[in-house]
């Protein structure tokens, strides 16, 4: 089983920055793909970034240029590094993995992007 905890989400005035984390149980995390999720009340959850167990990276047109997903597999964590963040970013995020036919979500973190 595969347990993610999300962190570092909060208040940001447009055009800052945050660095979410995703930090996932088990020995085995280096083998998964890990994906970050957003969702606002009201709409579905999208994709914003996912990095596959080789560092393979992609990510939604809405946020290239400005997201960086990476991942250290020492410390089980992957990292999703936001800039120049848009009022329109504001939504929880979510990590995602899909791991022996299971799929995982941790609770999420909260990015305002507010003034």
């Known amino acids: 089983q595969v347990q993610l905890v999300e962190s570092g989400g909060g208040l940001v005035q447009p055009g800052g920055s945050l660095r979410l984390s995703c930090a996932a149980s088990?020995?085995?995390?280096?083998?998964?793909?890990i994906s970050w999720y957003r969702q606002v009340p009201g709409k579905q959850r999208e994709l914003v970034a996912q990095?596959?167990?080789?560092?393979?990276?992609n990510y939604a047109d809405s946020v290239k240029g400005r997201f960086t997903v990476s991942r250290d597999n020492a410390k089980n964590t992957v990292y999703l590094h936001t800039e120049s963040l848009k009022p329109e970013d504001t939504a929880v995020y979510y990590c995602h993995s899909y791991a022996g036919g299971e799929h995982y979500w941790g609770k999420g973190t909260l990015v305002t992007v507010s003034s």
């Open positions: 990095i596959t167990s080789g560092g393979v990276t």
């Open positions: 088990g020995s085995i995390f280096r083998f998964y793909t």
